[in-house]
């Protein structure tokens, strides 16, 4: 069994719909991080959370460290939203476990 | 100029060939680390160095080697390059601000 399971595995959506991205884990964290990758396949960091929620734009990143489950949202999405988002959790210390990934299309 | 870079973006090389993959940062973060990715998998951790003097194995270190030769930059070596290690290399940066990555290099071993 994987240490981070993310879900779903693909995600198509219309522009504008909310979408929700699922992160779980079975390990005891120190901080969960989400990240982006783009089709081109740069990684950008997005959020980076040990407890509540955090919010940039339209992105809303939420942490329940007791049930070891976290939550990415999108809002209005759109196209330029489609890509990989990634969710790793760092043990203590340097290591992270990386999941595999859930890959967004947002059609217009 | 990104936070960190990576050279070459891309690079096809033959079987047996050494080659070295550059990566430079301009965050100050003294931890680097270097990735490899494979279709439909997670990142892997190759080597990570917390500062010049301490480098270390990741969970996929054999037919990599690495070099610190400063706090900005951490290179990463095929000895002896095969198939199998076809893949997106990533090198990454963190500190108190979280993870910064390079665009990454696609590496291709025919």
């Known amino acids: 069994k994987n240490e981070v399971e993310q879900s779903p595995q693909n995600l198509t959506a219309q522009e504008g719909e909310f979408i929700t991205i699922n992160c779980s884990y079975s390990?005891?964290?120190?901080?969960l991080h989400w990240l982006q990758q783009h089709p081109g396949g740069g990684i950008v960091s997005l959020f980076m959370l040990s407890s509540g929620k955090k919010k940039h734009g339209r992105l809303i990143a939420t942490i329940n460290i007791q049930e070891k489950h976290s939550s990415l949202h999108i809002t209005a999405s759109h196209p330029r939203d489609s890509a990989v988002y990634i969710c790793?959790?760092?043990?203590?210390?340097?290591?992270?476990?990386w999941g595999a990934g859930t890959k967004l299309i947002i059609k217009p | 100029d990104a936070d960190v870079t990576q050279t070459p973006r891309n690079r096809i090389t033959k079987t047996g060939k050494r080659i070295m993959l550059e990566c430079s940062q301009t965050k100050g973060h003294d931890r680097m680390y270097w990735y490899r990715q494979d279709p439909g998998l997670g990142l892997r951790l190759i080597y990570y160095?917390?500062?010049?003097?301490?480098?270390n194995k990741g969970e996929i270190s054999d037919g990599y080697s690495v070099s610190r030769q400063a706090q900005a930059k951490f290179s990463l070596s095929l000895e002896s390059a095969i198939p199998n290690q076809t893949a997106l290399y990533f090198c990454?940066?963190?500190?108190?601000?979280?993870?910064?990555f390079g665009s990454g290099t696609r590496l291709t071993v025919v």
């Open positions: 160095s917390f500062d010049v003097k301490d480098i």
């Open positions: 790793a959790v760092r043990l203590g210390g340097y290591q992270l476990i």
């Open positions: 990454a940066t963190s500190g108190l601000d979280g993870y910064t």
């Open positions: 390990v005891g964290i120190s901080a």
